[in-house]
């Protein structure tokens, strides 16, 4: 059988600065140790932190009543009140944010000032998105699907600076800043889209449409892995989205010729390394 490995499966440059961050004040830092949220979509990765004493705070509730220790905020970023929470009450900021997501803040602050209205594209509920929209202001929109750009309730002649979640979707954003020139708006349009997430999703596009079988690895919580499974299935039909090794049923590529396999941004090289092992001795 033929198995062919992403180059791009994996960790990214962020998540791997974020977590070698969470190691270093492992090492170092003699205080208590606490990340705002878990520093990566990796279960087994927050497990073994926890293990040496980081602990995840899951609410701002947690934070503010926080009056010791160091805060590490993951390579998502967070918004602006996040830091100034931090700053009032004393607390040492490591700062994992990832540089491209940093300079999605910086565009929103400037832009805001410079007089034009934000709009994210990306989705909602994710954490990115939730801290990039707390460096904008109240008019700071977040615009998902196509149906919201006909309904904005905006007057000819609004100035927009549109951005990205570094993890959207490069085909969905391009249609979406499509249907957004056609309107009657005065739009600026900044591709934030991360490159690390296109060529992911470009070399998983071509591996599924060249293989038997694809196996996507990654926490089922990981946006941008579940994006990677909705591209390897559209090419693949017998598509597989996996945690890890344990969750792969081995009928499913028994019979096959060719297997490929990727993973999300949060997927530790120890378990891609397992699954490709293990899909190569055993088929
Ligand atoms: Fe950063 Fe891109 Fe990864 S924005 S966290 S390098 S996906």
């Known amino acids: 059988m033929e198995v062919?490995?992403?180059k791009t499966a994996g960790f990214c440059f962020g998540v791997k600065r974020a977590v070698d961050k969470v190691y270093e004040q492992i090492e170092h830092a003699g205080k208590p140790i606490y990340t705002y949220g878990p520093i990566i979509h990796n279960e087994e990765v927050v497990k073994d932190f926890e293990e040496k004493g980081?602990?995840?705070?899951?609410?701002?509730?947690?934070?503010?009543?926080?009056?010791d220790g160091i805060v590490i905020i993951r390579s998502h970023g967070v918004g602006k009140h996040v830091y100034d929470i931090l700053e009032e009450n004393g607390i040492e900021i490591v700062d994992a944010t990832c540089p491209f997501v940093k300079k999605i803040h910086k565009i929103v602050q400037e832009q805001n000032q410079a007089g034009r209205r934000l709009i994210i594209i990306g989705n909602e509920s994710?954490?990115?998105?939730q801290g990039i929209k707390g460096w904008g202001?109240?008019?700071t929109l977040v615009v998902e699907t196509p149906d919201q750009v006909d309904n904005l309730p905006f007057s000819e002649g609004e100035k927009l600076?549109?951005?990205?979640?570094?993890t959207f979707n490069y085909k969905k954003f391009q249609d979406l800043v499509e249907k957004f020139s056609k309107t009657r708006y005065d739009i600026l349009v900044l591709n934030t889209i991360c490159n690390a997430t296109q060529e992911r999703q470009v070399e998983?596009?071509?591996?599924?449409?060249?293989?038997?079988a694809m196996i996507v690895v990654g926490g089922k919580t990981s946006s941008n892995t579940q994006k990677l499974y909705e591209i390897c299935q559209k090419e693949c039909k017998n598509t597989y989205y996996i945690q890890t090794l344990g969750d792969l049923d081995p009928e499913c590529i028994s019979s096959v010729r060719s297997v490929g396999?990727?993973?999300?941004?949060?997927?530790?090289?120890?378990i891609i390394e397992e699954v490709h092992t293990n899909v190569r001795i055993k088929f």
């Open 204 to 212: 998983a596009r071509r591996i599924a449409s060249e293989v038997d």
């Open 161 to 166: 600076c549109i951005v990205s979640q570094t």
């Open 261 to 270: 396999i990727t993973a999300g941004a949060s997927t530790p090289n120890h």
């Open 137 to 139: 202001n109240d008019n």
């Open 54 to 67: 980081v602990r995840v705070i899951e609410s701002e509730e947690e934070l503010k009543a926080l009056r």
């Open 4 to 6: 062919i490995v992403a």
């Open 126 to 129: 994710h954490p990115e998105v």
